[in-house]
């Protein structure tokens, strides 16, 4: 890892060929019984009110729990991933304001903030980590939710930097490279075509252990209330590699 890497600004990794892979990457994350769940446990948390989607992206979720009929908003930093989107539902359907989920607000309150997919991660920093938190409380109804779906490190102690095979699939190899000093690692994701060509990216990102995020909502005036697997709302234990959190606002 170079210095280089966390100093790329968020809009360059993002970027149109970034927009593009990721809705034509053929990800479990797309799959029926992947997002069957997510969109029924969403649009159960939000109730009546509105949802707000912190980097929406091209609208894996957002779109289908629009389609449920829960209202909702996005807040997007990349304009490719905005682009994107675009070419599936249109801005009076669901309006996205572009900007960092750090610091950039919406108008009105919401009954549920949500944040999918290990995005969190995507904030390099403890501090601007524990910023997002305060954003989504800021933007929540009193009794309102946050929601955080995330993967549970399980880093090993060997040196300071070290490799997880995450993913292996006909065509695609996902490969994390950790420095356990700081909390950080980048993603290395490699594509290969069936002619044998072989396509690599990269994603920098800040790992996180559930208790962190605990503290995290305390700090910004919010408590812990449920936490799940996953979206199927299946029991959290010691062997679940992923979770979601389900924060509410006091």
Known sequence: MTKDIWNLPQRDLWDEQAAQGYENGGSAMFAPEVLGPTVATLAELAGEGRALELAVGTGRVAIPLREHGTEVHGIELSPAMIAELRTRVDAETLPVTEGSMVEARVAGEFSLVYLVFNTISNLYSQAEQVACFRNA????????????????????PVGSAHAQVFSTR?????????????????SHHIHYSPDGEARVSFSPFRYVWPGELDLMAELAGMELEHRWADFTQAPFTSESTSHVSVYRLR
């Open 137 to 156: 409380a800021a933007h929540l109804a009193p009794g309102g939710r946050f929601v955080v779906e995330l993967w549970v490190p399980r880093p090993q």
């Open 170 to 186: 006909e065509g695609y190899i996902g490969m994390d490279v950790l420095d356990l000093s700081t909390q950080r690692g980048v």
